[in-house]
């Protein structure tokens, strides 16, 4: 249900954002970003400048890459020439997730052999996927949860030109100190609080989150092992603007009225 309401809340921003009453110069793709990785959820133009906003209903994943055992190791998936599986590959390889599996994990269920999925001593994808989720689930924490850098989550979005973000429940920040837009200087001319770096000090948490992940559809039973890069917001982590305000009791409803009195439309 998490996921769903984190696509309909990009789908109602998307919606909201696209109307001429909002502003001009806020314009998205033809379509929802959706679980496309290589381009930003929406685009803001001031001038002749763009950049992209990722958007997020509340803090969450940012993205993943599987991770596969074959020939008695554990091996990233293939990255496909992808940008950013190619920067989560060498993130992932920065914090050891080979090792720390390879020392802990010596066996899975789920293995490769050419590339295809095996499940050996097991006929059955649904016990051998509760087999790896329960064997998973005794490992200590530190395997499961590896901690690195905020800025991080930061370095893995301006990859594609994505600068700002915009979580549902917290407001519009900075993907690090870079303001393509040069918005934080045209607040400063109207007297307003600068846009929050999201990285800033004790303000967010960066995780690898290592997982067991079911991936069943429409009675086709499926799963893999990923890791995927995850950040969380202390509680007073808050900014005083939102391009993508949720309305009181929502998860993913828009509140349009907050959106178009967001003092943050005076600059763009």
């Given at each position: 249900m998490a996921t769903q309401e984190g696509f309909l809340y990009e789908i109602n921003a998307w919606n909201s954002l696209k109307k001429p009453i909002i502003h001009k110069n806020v314009s998205v793709p033809p379509e929802p970003a959706g679980a496309s990785s290589d381009r930003p959820d929406i685009t803001i133009k001031v001038g002749n400048k763009t950049a992209?906003?990722?958007?997020?209903?509340?803090?969450?994943a940012a993205g993943s890459l599987v991770l596969q055992?074959?020939?008695g190791k554990w091996h990233?998936?293939?990255t496909e020439g992808n940008p950013e599986k190619k920067f989560l590959e060498a993130l992932g390889t920065k914090a050891n997730v080979l090792k720390i599996l390879n020392y802990n994990w010596k066996t899975p269920i789920l293995q490769y052999d050419s590339g295809k999925k095996i499940y050996p001593g097991f006929k059955s994808i649904t016990k051998a996927y509760k087999t790896d989720l329960a064997n998973f689930a005794k490992f200590p924490m530190n395997v499961r949860y590896i901690d690195v850098p905020t800025k991080v989550i930061?370095?893995?979005y301006n990859k594609k030109n994505t600068y700002y973000l915009n979580v549902g429940n917290r407001g519009f920040f900075l993907f690090g100190q870079t303001d393509p837009l040069g918005l934080n200087l045209k607040l400063a001319k109207e007297?307003?609080?600068a846009i929050p770096n999201f990285a800033s000090p004790n303000s967010a948490t960066t995780k690898i989150r290592i997982r067991v992940q079911d991936k069943s559809r429409q009675g086709r039973d499926d799963y893999q092992i990923t890791f995927s890069l995850e950040f969380g917001m202390t509680t007073k982590q808050k900014s005083p603007y939102n391009i993508a305000p949720i309305k009181a009791g929502s998860k993913s409803t828009i509140d349009v009225n907050a959106l178009k009195a967001d003092s943050i439309m005076r600059v763009l």
């Open positions: 992209g906003v990722e958007l997020k209903n509340k803090p969450t055992f074959y020939n990233f998936g293939p930061s370095d893995y007297r307003l609080p």
